[in-house]
């Protein structure tokens, strides 16, 4: 099992007032920007004057889509994409986002980003009511749910405002029909949304890097709540469901986002340096020198050197063609992973009392390999310091941490976890300043997995879908 947590998905949008552009290169392109929010399958839906045409797959972004599909999904005014890691479905095809549909008044197509917490209660009362599903995602409730309001309403947009009055949880998501494309944050805007422009182009992405990548120029954050819909006439914002109020998970600045996104106002990268400096603060100790874990623990490892003033080093070299989804079976197999995504500097580290940064401990496993590898390589000391707190609970709204079963800090006090990992000294952020380290961010924070306080009640079953279990299994 990983050490690391995984963030559900990525997602991105486009309408362009061309009926015959090539929004699926743009998309595609802005698929690479969102690669690090998900790395199990990848998926693009086009539609090109109310046809839908759509291609979705496990793998990453470029093993999905060669030249010649993306020219088969051919040119159009609309285009939605997706890039899924799955916190707890099964790695099936199945699950492969955008879904599309097509129902008495049109084609959809829905891609989505968190996790609902009425999803099971959902899912049975639709198949009840003669609802057949064929993944086991949230995003299929959340698209049978817009399709029972759609038959009824006038307006797509009015289907997804009624349909947010039964969705609960985290969801940013970008729908398309054959008219109009749709993104919406749910109230609490747990996941980040942004919308931009591109010439005459209205794009919508997970994050600002992606606009980037395609010379889109930013222009906000959706707020928490809004319906934002574009149509031939430019963009309409509904803010019906708008509450004024903000819990983004904050490790969107510790570890899911790349570091060059701004959200909500506040760069990323400048996040997880002021993590270092709070981590040098709080959890001081005499070194030789600084370094990070790649990539997320790099920028709170020149943080920590800075107001330290124990110089900062490259420790280590990451294999970059590793993905997240390698998988290690066995013991031996999982040893030798961490030498082939990372490999350590002895110039760097030999001899030498090291500060090792990470941004996170979940399970202790891999934090244990990585201090080993530093001090076969010969370090005297090895201090590890993280830039989150102790995980202590669940999160409900779109990560993998489903339970307190294999959260390290469920099960050791710091101490304990200090000598489990094989370090001389231990030291988490605080609390206090995690919700600190976005300085100027225009929100508010979700920290329930370090504090047991969610903005939302937590629900009472966290249920697997009765498809995944064999026969022999229900008994």
Do not use: W
Not at 76 to 101: C, E, F, I, T, W
Not at 154 to 167: L, P, Y
Not at 226 to 255: A, R, W
């Amino acid at each position: 099992m990983s050490d690391s947590l995984y963030e559900e998905c990525g997602i991105f949008g486009i309408y362009s007032k061309n009926s015959s552009c090539d929004v699926a290169s743009q998309a595609h392109l802005a698929l690479y920007a969102l690669q690090h929010r998900g790395q199990e399958s990848a998926g693009l839906a086009v539609c090109n004057e109310g046809l839908m045409q759509y291609h979705r797959d496990i793998g990453l972004v470029p093993d999905v889509f060669s030249k010649d599909t993306l020219e088969k999904l051919g040119s159009g005014n609309m285009a939605v994409g997706h890039v899924r890691y799955s916190s707890r479905d099964h790695k099936s095809r199945s699950n492969a986002q955008p879904l599309v549909v097509r129902h008495v008044k049109g084609s959809m197509a829905v891609a989505h980003n968190g996790r609902l917490t009425n999803a099971a209660a959902l899912r049975e009362k639709l198949e009840l009511e003669g609802a057949i599903f064929h993944s086991t995602s949230n995003t299929e409730i959340i698209l049978h749910v817009i399709t029972k309001k759609r038959i009824h309403t006038h307006k797509i947009e009015e289907a997804v405002e009624q349909a947010m009055g039964e969705i609960e949880g985290a969801y940013s998501l970008v729908i398309m029909s054959p008219k109009k494309l749709i993104a919406v944050r749910d109230p609490h805007g747990f996941r980040p949304l942004c919308m931009g422009t591109l010439g005459g182009d209205t794009v919508f992405a997970s994050e600002s890097c992606a606009l980037d990548s395609i010379g889109a120029d930013f222009v906000r954050d959706l707020e928490p709540g809004e319906i934002v819909m574009v149509d031939k006439d430019g963009p309409h914002s509904i803010k019906t469901h708008c509450k004024g109020l903000s819990h983004l998970c904050v490790f969107e600045f510790i570890y899911f986002a790349r570091p060059d996104s701004v959200i909500a106002g506040a760069s990323v990268h400048t996040a997880r340096l002021r993590a270092g400096v709070f981590l040098a603060l709080e959890h001081p100790v005499q070194a030789d020198v600084v370094i990070g874990v790649p990539d997320s623990g790099l920028d709170a490892a020149l943080g920590f050197s800075r107001q330290s003033g124990i110089p900062y080093g490259v420790g280590f070299i990451k294999n970059k063609y590793i993905a997240r989804t390698f998988i290690q079976p066995s013991q031996e197999e999982r040893d030798r992973s961490v030498r082939i995504k990372l490999n350590t500097i002895e110039a760097t580290i030999k001899d030498k009392r090291v500060v090792l940064i990470d941004d996170s401990i979940v399970r202790g496993t891999t934090m244990s390999r990585i201090v080993r590898l530093i001090r076969e390589t010969g370090a005297k000391e090895v201090h590890v310091r993280v830039s989150s707190p102790p995980f202590v609970n669940p999160c409900y709204f779109g990560t993998d941490i489903s339970s307190r079963d294999n959260l390290i800090a469920c099960k050791m006090s710091k101490d304990e976890i200090r000598d489990f990992i094989g370090a001389d000294s231990l030291g988490f952020l605080s609390t206090d300043n995690v919700k600190k380290i976005a300085e100027g961010a225009k929100c508010g924070f979700c920290a329930g997995c370090f504090t047991g306080e969610y903005p939302i009640p937590e629900p009472s079953i966290v249920q697997k879908s009765k498809f995944e279990y064999k026969i022999s299994e229900e008994m």
